[in-house]
């Protein structure tokens, strides 16, 4: 096995700490990404595409702990490295695409709050964008032959930043929104560093009300519920007009939608999942990519899911042609389902957790021949076939590794035989000496 993997300690604490705990890592998720080669191509496709001005949808279903997450995280880290602008958010029930009383508002909130880009991976990279962009347009103007010292300059960034807003200026809330980025570069220019938190605190839809907003800034205008969705397609076309490959958007936990006790209220929510659909796949939403992540519930069922809705379900029910019963899903149309990892991904998996376990905290004494014997077991219980999920696995198998460093003389069988007897060795997983890890 090939043990040369080299994970920075700050991110390997991370990595260990959410695996154990079956959390996503936002950090470091590279490390573990093992499979789904398809499903990353296809959302690679995507990325493609936004790059070169178009825009697209993807519902990524599976059950929990199969994967949805961690392929977010992973597309997110990519995205951000590839000169996109992202932004992610969990549905909770605050958080929602529509609702009368602040939801949808704060669900673009956690997006603003969440954005990313390489600069600022982290998060919070509002004024890392605007800053990068004042930073380009002064360097365009300097090679110019205009000094930051000359009289001509202000005026010449001025035009070159109204070019530019101008070009977006035809979306809904687009001038209000156009004035405010102006406005921020001013207050830049001119060391207003109130007057630079006051538009931000705009852009990230911290505006209570429309006097407040007209009294600071002059604006007409803020995000609400209403038109949250609006400035989410201005960004990502401006994004695009100041260098970006465009705006990303992972909406998470979509579960919550399914949820949602009130009929009214779930229907206003596939409401705007159906603006949001249609806009990106009829060409409306330039450089607009929507990524939403949900189980299997959320999609299909008949009464309270996406499939309630008829107009959504027309669109993303399965063909003749291409059933979720088939093994192999085509990775053409909106929806991209998650089947299980195959047994020598998932031991390729197992592998990757021990090497990583030694690095972040010491050597552990397993054989691969052990590894193997795990994965039997985990496999080889009832329903595991097409139940067992990810993290499961991991965090079973942490545990284990962690009873072996603190009780000296403990083997990895000696753990999981006394939960149930060893069951049959199941002959479909590999060799693990044939995993490169």
Request: proline fraction near 4%; charge should be neutral; include cysteine.
């Amino acid at each position: 096995m090939n043990e040369q993997i080299k994970v920075p300690k700050r991110i390997l604490t991370s990595l260990l700490q959410s695996l154990s705990a079956g959390v996503v890592p936002r950090v470091g998720a590279p490390y573990i990404a093992i499979g789904r080669t398809a499903e990353i191509s296809a959302l690679r496709r995507d990325l493609d595409a936004i790059s070169d001005g178009g825009s697209s949808t993807r519902f990524i279903i599976g059950n929990y702990g199969s994967g949805k997450s961690f392929l977010i995280q992973l597309m997110r880290g990519y995205a951000v490295e590839h000169g996109f602008v992202c932004a992610d958010a969990d549905l909770s029930p605050e958080r929602r695409l529509s609702s009368s009383g602040g939801g949808g508002l704060a669900t673009y909130r956690e997006l603003i709050k969440n954005l990313a880009v390489k600069s600022s991976p982290d998060g919070g990279a509002l004024p890392h964008l605007l800053s990068r962009w004042l930073s380009d347009l002064s360097f365009e103007i300097e090679q110019s032959g205009v000094g930051t010292d000359s009289p001509r300059f202000d005026s010449e960034l001025s035009r070159r930043v109204y070019e530019t807003l101008r070009e977006i200026e035809t979306g809904v809330g687009a001038f209000d929104f156009s004035k405010v980025v102006s406005m921020y570069f001013s207050a830049v220019r001119s060391l207003d560093a109130q007057r630079e938190q006051d538009c931000l605190r705009w852009l990230r839809g911290e505006f209570g009300t429309k006097t407040e907003a007209r009294a600071t800034l002059g604006v007409t205008g803020i995000i609400n519920d209403d038109n949250w969705y609006d400035y989410i397609k201005l960004i990502a076309a401006f994004s695009r007009r100041i260098g970006y490959g465009g705006l990303v958007v992972f909406i998470d936990e979509c579960v919550n939608l399914y949820k949602l006790p009130n009929r009214i209220s779930r229907e206003n929510n596939y409401e705007k999942i159906l603006s949001i659909f249609n806009d990106t796949l009829q060409g409306k939403a330039e450089g607009l990519c929507v990524v939403f992540a949900g189980t299997p519930q959320f999609l299909e069922d008949r009464r309270r899911g996406l499939f309630s809705y008829e107009a959504l379900r027309s669109r993303l029910n399965d063909t003749m042609f291409g059933g979720g019963a088939r093994e192999t899903q085509p990775m053409f149309g909106p929806i991209i389902r998650l089947k299980r990892l195959s047994d020598d991904e998932l031991l390729a998996l197992v592998a990757r957790v021990t090497v990583l376990f030694a690095q972040g905290y010491g050597d552990v004494d397993v054989t691969p021949e052990e590894m193997r014997d795990f994965l039997y077991f985990m496999l080889s219980r009832a329903g595991a076939d097409t139940m067992i999920t990810p993290r499961e696995i991991i965090r079973s198998y942490l545990t284990a590794l962690g009873i072996i460093m603190t009780e000296k003389g403990k083997r990895l069988p000696d753990i999981y035989t006394k939960v149930a007897p060893e069951p049959e060795r199941k002959k479909a997983v590999v060799d693990p000496e044939s995993i490169e890890i």
